[in-house]
């Protein structure tokens, strides 16, 4: 994880700070306005809900006074008591108003609204008793004093105090109105410039926000990723960076440092394979070479042991007819001479014979059949029996393989043959066979209980032509158990001599398992 320096200023912190800074101008903008509008609720409610009941109260008031005195008018005119009625509901509606309009201004209401309520109350009141309630009583009082009140009545300039007074209430609770609108209109302005403000500083921050990003993201990654496909093409020297934000330099620089090391490795790696292609050359070359030398070696000992049959059976007869007719004719020492010749020929026919056979395995070859094991140690057990040979051999379970049958029959002829020949004095000899299955091969054991086989010979009793014992005492070339070995390296397996026996041999050879056969029963 790459760390960056305080003072570097990241994308992130870039963002945080716009945000932070967008933030901040508009919750002040949100605090004025809030303000600003819960002035303008109060200049609402004081238009809703006092200057304009007030209003219209002070009309009621205006409207109920000029009732009472043109009722008290007419009264003293006619002196009906009916048209009395005007007044007196006058005087209630009067006082209804004051009511509603000081109901409607409160305990905090407007002192000159309140002072001019206070004067028309008092107008009102002294009008009715220096003129209303004389007149009425007058009039009702009849002769020279209803005259006088008809007379007082007719002077309409004892209302014009009543009518001043009232029409200052409602100067004042006009003015009153007038001042409401005007202070809800300038909050309903502050709003309004807020809200477009709010909305300014929105789209700019908002045109900041994407300048920034494509500035400092979209344009870096673009080319940054231009610079990726050129090296994924296979430019591995192309040094990658980047400008824009911190975060993107630094990834930049994480992917140029990703790239020289995979350019590294590519350059080892091309160096490594161009190493082992040339070893894979010097290899096929050598084995090339390797192939035509086996080629030549057993084309070498085919025609030597083939070319050799020949003059050797000529020696061989020569010394037989020399050793027939001259037998007794001579002294004892050419006898000897005779028969060390022969024996020498025949010795190296046989020699011939098993290398010819060792050089055939594997060249002349008819092709890998299914070959069942039971029936190729009932051949090689009756084949024993007929040569004379002692001994028993047992097995059982013995699988089928896929194999030449010719060469598993030679591979099992030699390695009964050995268990039978070197078997100890005294001691009928026994053979057993035995198979079991592994990892995808057979292993197969052939065991004895016969003279057995020194550890420090493991190795050397599957070389070719390695005789552990003197001539006179077992007959043989020394290569039977070398035929074994290459019969069991063609069929794919391997052979090693088991030293964890107590008495007598134990060979082990793997060959090749079919996974569709199984040991019989």
């Known amino acids: 994880m790459r760390?960056?320096?305080?003072?570097?200023w990241t994308l992130r912190r870039r963002v945080m700070a716009?945000?932070?800074?967008?933030?901040?101008?508009?919750?002040?903008?949100?605090?004025?306005?809030?303000?600003?509008?819960?002035?303008?609720?109060e200049h609402i409610d004081n238009l809703i809900n006092r200057t304009g009941p007030m209003r219209i109260a002070g009309e009621s008031l205006s409207t109920a006074l000029v009732d009472q005195e043109t009722a008290v008018r007419g009264f003293a005119i006619s002196g009906k008591e009916q048209n009395l009625q005007p007044y007196l509901s006058g005087r209630i509606a009067e006082q209804v108003a004051v009511e509603r309009i000081d109901k409607a201004l409160g305990p905090d209401g407007d002192p000159q609204i309140r002072a001019a309520l206070v004067g028309a109350q008092r107008s009102a009141a002294?009008?009715?008793?220096?003129?209303?309630?004389?007149?009425i009583a007058a009039r009702r009082a009849g002769g020279t004093e209803a005259a006088r009140a008809v007379q007082l009545a007719g002077d309409t300039t004892n209302f014009d105090p009543v009518r001043t007074s009232v029409a200052e209430l409602q100067l004042h609770i006009a003015e009153s109105r007038e001042k409401s609108v005007a202070d809800a209109r300038q909050t309903a302005g502050t709003l309004l410039v807020l809200e477009v403000t709010a909305a300014g500083i929105v789209l700019v921050a908002g045109a900041l926000l994407l300048f920034l990003l494509d500035r400092m993201v979209t344009r870096p990654i673009v080319d940054l990723a231009t610079q990726v496909r050129e090296v994924a093409a296979g430019n591995y020297e192309?040094?990658?960076t980047s400008g824009g934000a911190p975060e993107l330099v630094a990834?930049?620089?994480?992917?140029?440092a990703m790239r020289r090391q995979i350019a590294s490795e590519l350059a080892e790696v091309r160096e490594a394979r161009g190493q082992v292609e040339w070893v894979n050359d010097q290899l096929k070359q050598q084995a090339d070479e390797l192939t035509r030398s086996n080629r030549d070696l057993e084309q070498f000992a085919y025609v030597a042991s083939h070319d050799l049959q020949e003059p050797l059976r000529k020696v061989a007869s020569f010394c037989q007819l020399l050793q027939r007719r001259y037998s007794g004719q001579l002294d004892e020492r050419a006898d000897q001479y005779i028969a060390f010749a022969v024996d020498g020929a025949q010795r190296m026919q046989q020699l011939i014979n098993d290398l010819l056979a060792f050089s055939r395995i594997g060249r002349l070859t008819a092709g890998f059949t299914d070959v069942d094991l039971d029936q190729v140690?009932?051949?090689v057990s009756e084949l024993q029996?007929?040569?004379g040979a002692d001994g028993r051999v047992e097995w059982s379970g013995l699988p089928t393989v896929e194999g030449e049958e010719t060469l598993l029959t030679t591979l099992f002829v030699n390695l009964v043959g050995n268990a039978l020949k070197f078997h100890r004095p005294?001691?009928?000899?026994l053979v057993r066979v035995s198979a079991e299955q592994g990892d995808h091969e057979w292993r197969i054991n052939v065991r004895d209980n016969g003279i057995g086989i020194e550890a420090e010979f493991a190795d050397k009793v599957f070389v070719i032509f390695q005789r552990l014992h003197p001539r006179d005492a077992y007959e043989g070339t020394g290569i039977g158990l070398a035929i074994v070995k290459k019969i069991v390296e063609y069929h794919g397996g391997r052979i090693w001599l088991d030293l964890d026996v107590a008495e007598g041999t134990s060979i082990w050879f793997t060959l090749p398992a079919d996974p569709d056969k199984e040991i019989p029963g």
């Open 385 to 387: 029996s007929r040569s």
């Open 238 to 240: 192309r040094r990658i």
């Open 18 to 41: 716009l945000c932070f800074a967008v933030g901040l101008v508009l919750a002040g903008l949100g605090l004025g306005a809030a303000i600003i509008a819960g002035h303008s609720n």
């Open 3 to 8: 760390l960056f320096a305080a003072d570097v």
């Open 426 to 429: 005294g001691v009928p000899p």
């Open 377 to 379: 140690l009932t051949q």
């Open 126 to 135: 002294a009008w009715r008793a220096a003129v209303a309630d004389p007149i």
């Open 251 to 256: 990834l930049a620089a994480d992917v140029d």
